[in-house]
């Protein structure tokens, strides 16, 4: 299927008055890339520092300052354009974008326009479990960030802090081949996953990281794309889908009405829930590009791009599939693993030499289940994979129960320890001495002469005794024990 040509399914249409639409949406994603050093001087890209603590007087623009390319970014953003399948560019050309504004101190930002270092890609999105698109990337260029303006430090001055500006950024332009706010969301999700994969850009979108503009139009089914906004720099996923949603109804609002869409520049107020106007196309800048003439054109052989593509770790994708081959994992928890490559290494951890499937049910449902419930990633976890492990092995040997064995991840949570050596002390063994059992199951049985007729008569009242025998062994009997003599005394057998 030509993903450009992609018509949306018929249940993301949006119902009007004058018939159904459909939304087109294209996004630019402004990815910072790790890297200790600026992307033209080496001053440090730590975040949190003094206000201009990190700027060299290239990044200040002092007068006859030269930048020099960063050769760690080139290496990001290659890597970054071989995880998007996407063709890499040997030569490509910084521009200067010029334009003014108080936290820009060179009045141009250095990016790249019309030959930028990486060309068309595509990459695979899981809209839901079973449903994935494909989605066209049409280049990624590097620029760089521009300073920060802060307004609310004084009571009639605005201050100026340059510890970001000439931050390597990566802009990541998509096709306009995303068609409902959840393809849109979970375009952004799988992105931000390769190239924290990668490690060429941490993705952290609180701290700006990973910010979004958002092209939304809306077109009659079938018919030619309509006239687009563009929603500048969201920062969260959540805001995404509400940006394209609110967007697209205010167009079609228009439209409804008789109206023409301008081609605009608009905001998202996420308290408000409203997109509003920031400039017109008629004020939009003319940025007179043109080759930085203190930069020739950035080149690099096959070999340097070959080098970096043996290098790659595996990715989602490929990590997914994996999953699901080597330890028969659903698709749908092979996604929920590969999401964070620290939670796939995990789950890999616990389920070396161990059933897969177990080990993923206790690694998503309890341990995920319970970290989720505490706000921790699993790199915070206080359980090591050793220790869940250690409770998977009790259940497979027999030694514990399943229910037994969530009474155990809960202490070995809070307390730590030895899973096999608290079992032993604290006497949690899976009972699985019949002769035991059977006095159990004596006592429950003489106790309850009416329940027994009534088992005798509808076998499946079986159940109640199963549950009196477990409790009364303190949920330390064997269930499988339980069941094979309770069946026996009862004649059920
Ligand atoms: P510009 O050069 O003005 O930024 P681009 O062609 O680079 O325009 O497009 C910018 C973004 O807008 C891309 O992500 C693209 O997919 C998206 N886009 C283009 N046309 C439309 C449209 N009609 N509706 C929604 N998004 C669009
Ligand atoms: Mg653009």
């Not at 995404?240 to 205010?250: K, L, P, Y």
């Not at 106790?447 to 005794?465: H, I, R």
Request: glycine share 8%.
């Amino acid at each position: 299927m030509n993903a450009r040509v992609r018509a949306a399914d018929p249940k993301q249409r949006i119902k009007g008055a004058t018939g159904d639409w459909e939304i087109v949406i294209g996004l630019e994603i402004h990815a910072q890339v790790t890297s200790q050093a600026k992307l033209f001087s080496g001053s440090s890209t730590a975040f949190g520092a003094e206000p201009n603590s990190h700027v060299s007087l290239v990044d200040a623009a002092m007068p006859g300052m030269l930048p020099v390319i960063n050769e760690e970014c080139v290496r990001q953003a290659v890597r970054t354009g071989l995880g998007l399948n996407a063709r890499i560019n040997n030569r490509s050309v910084f521009d200067r974008k010029n334009y003014f504004y108080p936290d820009l101190p060179q009045g141009y930002q250095i990016s790249q326009y019309k030959s930028p270092i990486v060309g068309e890609g595509e990459i695979v999105v899981d809209v839901t479990p079973t449903e994935s698109i494909t989605v066209g990337i049409e280049r990624l260029h590097l620029e760089q960030d521009a300073g920060k303006s802060l307004h609310d430090q004084h009571p009639t001055m605005s201050f100026v802090d340059l510890n970001r500006s000439g931050v390597a950024l990566m802009e990541i332009v998509s096709r306009p081949d995303l068609r409902s706010a959840d393809e849109a969301k979970a375009y952004v999700t799988k992105l931000r996953t390769i190239l924290r994969y990668l490690g060429t850009c941490d993705g952290d979108m609180e701290k700006g990281n990973l910010r979004a503009d958002v092209n939304v139009s809306v077109r009659k089914p079938g018919e030619p794309f309509g006239t687009r906004c563009e929603i500048k720099n969201v920062n969260s996923i959540r805001f995404i889908g509400q940006a394209v949603d609110v967007e697209a109804r205010r167009q079609i609002g228009i439209l409804e009405d008789g109206g023409t869409i301008d081609q605009e520049t608009r905001l998202y107020d996420p308290a408000k829930g409203e997109t509003r106007s920031m400039r017109s196309k008629e004020e939009a800048h003319d940025y007179r590009y043109f080759p930085d003439p203190d930069l020739l054109p950035l080149e690099f052989d096959d070999a340097f791009v070959e080098t970096l593509k043996a290098a790659l770790p595996e990715l989602p994708d490929a990590k997914k599939a994996r999953l699901v081959s080597q330890y028969g994992l659903s698709p749908y928890d092979a996604a929920v693993l590969v999401a964070e490559r620290e939670q796939a290494d995990f789950f890999e951890s616990v389920a070396k030499g161990r059933d897969g499937k177990a080990a993923a049910n206790w690694v998503i449902n309890e341990l995920f289940g319970r970290l989720n419930k505490e706000g921790k990633d699993v790199t915070a976890s206080p359980m090591s994979a050793g220790q869940l492990g250690g409770i998977v092995d009790l259940i497979a040997e027999g030694v514990i129960s399943g229910k037994i064995a969530k009474d155990l991840f809960e202490i070995i949570w809070t307390e730590g320890g030895d899973p096999r050596a608290v079992v032993e002390t604290r006497g949690m063994k899976q009972v699985t001495d019949t002769g035991a059992i059977e006095k159990v199951i004596d006592e429950v049985i003489a106790a309850n002469p009416d329940k027994v007729a009534q088992a005798k008569a509808k076998p499946t009242m079986a159940g109640w005794f199963v549950g009196q025998v477990m409790k009364a062994s303190g949920g330390k009997a064997n269930p499988a024990a339980v069941n094979e003599i309770l069946a026996k005394k009862l004649g059920l057998g």
